[in-house]
Nanobody, 115 residues
Framework: QVQLVESGGGLVQAGGSLRLSCAAS????????MGWYRQAPGKQRESVAA???????NYADSVKGRFTISGDNAKNTVYLQMNSLKPEDTAVYYC?????????WGQGIQVTVSS
């Protein structure tokens, strides 16, 4: 089992920045990929960014050049640095971890970008 706890969300004006953190605990040795997803009201959950255990990253086209995902192995934490935020980035953001068997999810954290 893997437990994920997100932090760092909140309200920010357009053009501002936020950094989300996701602390992992439990059977973290089994994790192959960690990432962030988001779900806006009335929309499907979508992948935002991911990082593999080897350090490879990928991003949704809508956030490339603005968001950066990174990991701190010593702290078992993954970060999502979000710059140049837009109102359309408003959503509940979820941390995700995947091993060979299943996905694990955090409880979600609200990010609201005002225009």
């Amino acid at each position: 089992q893997v437990q994920l706890v997100e932090s760092g969300g909140g309200l920010v004006q357009a053009g501002g920045s936020l950094r989300l953190s996701c602390a992992a605990s439990g059977s973290i040795f089994s994790i192959k990929v960690m990432g962030w997803y988001r779900q806006a009201p009335g929309k499907q959950r979508e992948s935002v960014a991911a990082i593999t255990s080897g350090g490879s990253t990928n991003y949704a086209d809508s956030v490339k050049g603005r968001f950066t995902i990174s990991g701190d192995n010593a702290k078992n934490t993954v970060y999502l640095q979000m710059n140049s935020l837009k109102p359309e980035d408003t959503a509940v953001y979820y941390c995700n971890a995947a091993d060979y068997v299943r996905d694990y999810w955090g409880q979600g954290i609200q990010v609201t970008v005002s225009s």
